[in-house]
């Protein structure tokens, strides 16, 4: 039986291995690739007759299918064949208790905590490392597979109890997720010194539907993207069709899938004249920016994440991977790398939690605008 599973293991690493092989040039040649499976099998054969406690099998062949895929990309993923259905559904809404997860130090972190949502009434901050769920350690175990956890434990009307460190990795503490109605905002519109300012803060399936409305008759003077990461990439193109009139509107490219360019059809809202973008702005967030710096909008703030994949889920036989297939494409027309989509005005954010230099630049630069056109 031993013999079966460890057969079933390497069997399982060689197949998500080949799959990697689409994605990254990553190894040289065959030789190299069949070298470093022959090492991880025997990797595996001596922490099973070596390590200190008897080897749970099922959580080892979890670890190493995910440290693969996650070592090409953070939302990468292999779902287990019984629950595919599940996870596919799940990212169709918004996380439980609007609690967005990325990785940090091994173990599961905050990405995002949606305001008014169980995880930003707890407190939690982008960025911090979540150690534990209900006394079970996140190290090591695939996100895909706590977000299914804690999408059936919110369903259940659960409390969820979290032991985090703060973003410094200096302080402990627990928070409780408390299961409540709530659900993600899609964007506000406010006015500044008669500068209609349009900030976005998810792309729901309805997302372009609420922001066109917002954004009529006369649309925003400032679309602020920063910290936008949680959306579908359909809403993050209907969005940008909305402000863009004419031309391309986005583009990706796979070496397999092949590529997709997607053309202006409304623009009825014109292009906004400032987009505020910073680090936190990822995905869906970096697909609107480059959209709108593409038609003309002026970016100010900080580069943005750089990791803005063309998602899809992957089936062969019983493998289930959720993988990027193709990039998106930045305004310059190059993949959306970690380098990121960069400012055309860089403006660090204040320390100052009531100060916003970035925003002010903005309807700084709006004013400037203003006065030479008022004096022609």
Not at 15 to 24: D, H, K, N, P, Q
Not at 140 to 155: F, K, N
Not at 324 to 346: A, N, S, T, Y
Request: hydrophobic fraction near 45%.
């Amino acid at each position: 039986m031993k013999r079966f599973r460890y057969a079933l293991l390497v069997a399982s690493v060689v197949v998500v291995t080949c799959f990697a092989g689409l994605l990254t040039a990553g190894l040289t040649s065959n030789e190299s690739l069949y070298q470093a499976l022959g090492n991880l099998a025997e990797v595996v054969h001596l922490v099973e007759s070596e390590y200190v406690d008897e080897l749970d099998q099922e959580v080892l062949a979890l670890s190493l299918d995910a440290g693969i895929l996650e070592s090409l990309d953070p939302w990468a993923a292999v779902i287990a064949a019984d629950e595919a259905a599940a996870y596919e559904e799940l990212l169709t809404g918004p996380p439980a208790y609007g609690l967005g997860l990325s990785l940090r130090l091994g173990s599961a972190a905050v990405r995002f905590a949606f305001p008014g949502s169980p995880a930003d009434e707890a407190g939690l901050e982008t960025w911090e490392v979540i150690e534990q769920i209900d006394q079970v350690y996140t190290r090591g175990r695939p996100l895909w597979q706590i977000a299914l956890e804690l999408s059936r434990r919110e369903a259940a009307g659960d409390i969820v109890t979290l032991t985090v460190m703060d973003r410094q990795v200096d302080e402990r503490r627990e928070v409780e997720l408390v299961p409540g109605d709530w659900q993600p905002g899609h964007a506000t519109l406010d006015e500044v010194e008669e500068i209609r300012i349009l900030t976005i803060t998810s792309l729901t399936e309805d997302a372009s539907a609420v922001i066109g409305e917002l954004a009529r008759p006369d649309g925003p003077d400032v679309v602020d993207l920063r910290g936008l990461v949680w959306g579908s990439e359909e809403q993050a193109v209907a969005v940008a069709d909305l402000f863009v009139g004419e031309g391309t509107i986005a583009q990706w490219q796979g070496r397999e899938a092949g590529t997709e360019i997607i053309p202006a059809t409304e623009g009825s809202a014109g292009v906004p004249s400032m987009v505020l973008i910073d680090h936190d702005t990822e995905g869906v967030g970096e697909i609107l920016a480059g959209a709108l710096k593409r038609a003309g909008s002026t970016l100010i703030g900080k580069t943005t994440m750089g990791h803005a994949p063309h998602m899809r889920l992957v089936r062969r036989g019983d493998l289930n991977l959720w993988i990027p297939v193709g990039r998106w494409l930045g305004p310059d027309d190059e993949p959306i790398r970690q380098d990121g989509i960069g400012p055309d005005e860089e403006v660090d954010a204040a320390e100052d939690e009531d100060a916003d230099p970035v925003l002010d630049r903005a309807i700084e630069l709006l004013t400037e605008e203003e006065e030479p056109a008022e004096a022609a």
